[in-house]
């Protein structure tokens, strides 16, 4: 096969930045220092391909040597390297197998949904996959906080202070998002209702999509919600009821199953 029809795979791995990274993880594992020796005999690497992996690091910045020992320790400037990688990001890469797993009991399509400054944005779908999905392009989609499921969820199980904070900007919102944050009562007996049942739900409540109905529940860790699981269909389908009867345990072990490796 001629050099430029190669595909990017078929280039050798760089070994030194794999080993690299390999101590930079062990480092990140240990204790307030690693010697040598012992980043060997995690790593199989030989001590002196060892050394010279961590003088590399130490040029570079991410590594420093004890003054008063011979352990390595690694800098700030490790956290660099996740100043990039959002919240969301990483709970979508844990999620997808799940999700995929998921579809194949409940076969109607589910997001990972994650909120962003004023409604949840879908970060991760199976309705590219479920047959019966009547949506294909959702990546990116912007929810409605007080219309659908998934907005309800975030706001009756989120912390207090980011309710209110959330509910505030609303209020401040020519629309109808901001009409219905305003009715005070409203918001009340939505997040009421949601408490109650311990998940989300739209049953055709939400104007833009009037035909479809959904349920879903918080990503919880820390006293943080993190985002949320929503299942969709389509209202003729069955009722809320049914959908919780059907669904919601398998949800839930989805659901268990994100928080456990978050």
């Known amino acids: 096969m001629p050099q430029d029809q190669k595909s990017e795979t078929e280039y050798k791995t760089v070994r030194g930045l794999v080993r690299g990274l390999s101590l930079l993880n062990l480092m990140n594992r240990s204790d307030g220092g690693a010697r040598i020796r012992e980043l060997a005999e995690q790593s199989g690497i030989h001590r002196t391909t060892v050394k010279r992996l961590l003088e590399t690091l130490i040029e570079a910045g991410y590594v420093r040597q004890s003054f008063s020992d011979d352990s390595y320790q690694l800098t700030l400037k490790v956290r660099e390297l996740s100043e990039g990688f959002r919240d969301e990001q990483w709970i979508s890469q844990l999620a997808a197998p799940l999700l995929g797993e998921l579809m194949q009991a409940v076969v109607w399509p589910t997001d990972i949904c994650t909120f962003d400054v004023d409604a949840m944005v879908v970060r991760e779908t199976t309705h590219k996959f479920s047959r019966l999905s009547f949506h294909r392009n959702m990546v990116g989609r912007r929810l409605p906080m007080l219309r659908s499921a998934t907005g309800r969820a975030y706001l009756a199980f989120c912390p207090e202070n980011e309710r209110q904070s959330i509910l505030t900007l609303l209020q401040s919102r020519d629309d109808e998002q901001g009409e219905l944050a305003r009715d005070r009562n409203y918001v009340h007996s ?23 109905a959904a349920i879903a529940l918080p990503i919880k860790s820390k006293g943080r919600v993190l985002g949320c699981l929503n299942l969709i269909y389509i ?15 398998k949800m839930i072990e989805t659901v268990t199953a994100i928080e456990s490796k978050v």
């Not at 209202?235 to 345990?249: G, P, S, V």
């Open 235 to 249: 209202k003729q389908a069955m009722t809320i009821e049914e959908a919780e009867k059907k669904y919601l345990q």
């Open 190 to 212: 939505v997040l009421s209702r949601t408490r109650h049942r311990g998940y989300g739900y739209n049953y055709g409540d939400w104007g833009e999509e009037g035909k479809i």
